[in-house]
């Protein structure tokens, strides 16, 4: 790519979220998307499980948050179709499996009983299970299993397969998907007009979308206060194999709260089994380390025994990029020229479609959707309630 290239929209950072804005972008008829990263198809989503699960992820004070989940998941079935057809082919690892939250003991079985009050205050999805009807639809799991709750539309993709598909999808759809860090953020006259590259080379665009995950508010020319600070927030995660004669080992997401540590279990047809995830805030950090693999296992073991005897295949561990109030940063910047996706946190590959569709509305028609428009990185402003709030 020669040095002064020009694109209309330049997006900066290829994982999950960057590559599907731009291919989305482009779908709508944006010439010129240049997506700049180091690696493509990397960041928080080749770790994460890719759990749909708005309904279970649900905690109190994030109805908003709720709202745009619900949205996102709704997309997802249409979304995963199109883009396999866009990449030619290629399977995202979508599948309609339901998820089933589960309580151990007494005082979980409390807690969850009253997350299913909250639930149905809200008009949601999910059915009350005694632990005996629990077993029923899981047989793995522990004879200690006092209650569980089922959402039967909290779904799964596989992230792996999704980031593999969005990068064929962007090649095919004109997008240039450039390898090269962007060292600094240009601004001319008070507007976002490109960045420097790794490679020393430049490139102008008319707008430039920050989609860096926990890394955003980090790029040099960044004007301090434009953006938020982005936390990283670590996650171990482990994959086990299931063998043919242990199938079907589970059939649906099961998560559970186990001594007050959140964790999940993600049941792949192709018999991978993904156990997640730690939550640390460890910094830049992305050490697999010994404590958090064993308190992965020690509390899957709990959850399901049988787990122990499954072949242990893989260990990684990934940042979610956790903004102050833990929700995505979606829309235009104070700074123009600049547009935000990032700070999805926990919730990135959920939220994939609903992002991709609000975003590129935006540097398409310079409108902020209606379901964007809580989001914006505006309420971090010295003028915004939250800003306000949290002073």
Known sequence: MPSGTHADVLVIGGGVIGLAVAWRTARRGARNVIVVDPAHGGGAAGVAAGMLAPVTELQYGEEPLLRLGMASNERYETFAAELSEASGGLDTGYRRCGTIAVALDSDDREELRELYAFHQRLGLDSTWLTGREARRLEPMLAPAVRGALHAADDHQVDPRRLLTALVAACGRAGVLLHRAEAVELLVEDGRATG?????????????????????????????????????????????????????????????????????????????????????????????????????????????????????????????????????????????????????????????????????????????????????????????????????
């Open 195 to 391: 960045a420097r590259l790794s490679t020393d080379e430049t490139v102008t665009a008319d707008q430039v979308v920050l989609a860096a995950g926990p890394h955003s508010h980090r790029l040099p020319g960044l004007p301090e206060g434009v953006l938020p600070a982005i936390r990283p927030v670590k996650g171990q995660v482990l994959r086990l194999h299931v063998p043919e004669a242990y199938r079907p080992f589970l059939s649906r997401n099961v998560r559970a709260v186990v001594r007050g540590r959140h964790m999940y279990l993600v049941p792949r047809e192709n018999g991978e089994l993904v156990v997640g995830a730690t939550t640390e805030e460890q910094g830049y950090d992305t050490t697999v380390t010994a404590g958090g693999v064993y308190e992965l296992l020690r509390d899957a073991h709990e959850l399901v025994p049988g787990i122990t005897e499954l072949p242990l295949r893989e260990t990684s561990a990934g940042l979610r990029p956790g903004s102050p109030d833990n929700a995505p940063l979606l829309g235009p910047a104070p700074l123009p020229g600049l547009v935000a996706s990032t700070g999805h946190y926990r919730n990135g590959v959920l939220l994939t479609p609903v992002t991709a569709d609000l975003v590129s509305e935006y540097l398409v028609t310079g409108e902020v959707p209606e379901l964007a428009r809580p989001f914006t990185p505006a309420r971090f402003s010295s003028e915004s309630p939250v800003a306000k709030a949290s002073a």
